[in-house]
């Protein structure tokens, strides 16, 4: 009879979360629920610019995922997600599909990853429909019109709203 202590299923679930959302939150909350651990990870590219800073963006998900025992916060650079994935000692990579572009994309990096290290396994979730279209970027594209302040409110966790509309609200 064995007496190893049972391996702890830990996932990594990456992004820019720039800045994170309601659609990011769902997939953190599902995520906590199906692994022991949840590594919410920022992945920085450096092709990318970025709205928020690197620490913006450690403190927003740091808010919005205060109560969530099991999640815990980190960043990289300069690695493939799956060798970070491996880096921490994580089995899963968890990822959301939103629409058939993602899918595609998804799907693709699925391969590349098991080709890259066959141990670490995609899971794939699909958001309910009301926030299936919600992403940094579809937020940030609100900005602008008279009362946008209004209507992002619907698609980001309350801490990141109070400092993304403060944010835009300094812009000329």
Do not use: C
């Amino acid at each position: 009879m064995s007496t190893s202590t049972p391996r702890i299923r830990r996932a990594v679930y990456a992004g820019s979360f720039d800045p994170v959302t309601n659609g990011h939150m769902h997939m953190i909350r599902e995520g906590a629920q199906l692994f022991d651990e949840l590594v919410v990870a920022i992945g920085s590219n450096p092709d990318k610019r970025y709205t928020f800073s690197l620490d913006e963006r450690m403190e927003f998900l740091r808010l919005s995922v205060e109560g969530i025992p099991n999640v815990k916060l980190d960043h990289f650079e300069n690695l493939f997600l799956v060798d970070y994935a491996n880096s921490i000692d994580a089995r899963y990579v968890l990822r959301g599909i939103r629409n058939p572009n993602d899918y595609e994309y998804e799907r693709g990096m699925r391969h590349i990853n098991e080709d890259m290290n066959p141990n670490v396994v995609t899971a794939f979730l699909i958001p309910p429909r009301q926030i299936s279209e919600v992403s940094s970027s579809f937020v940030k594209g609100l900005v602008g019109p008279r009362g946008w302040e209004r209507v992002v409110k619907d698609y980001l966790p309350p801490a990141t709203y109070e400092h993304f509309v403060a944010h835009f609200s300094q812009k000329p």
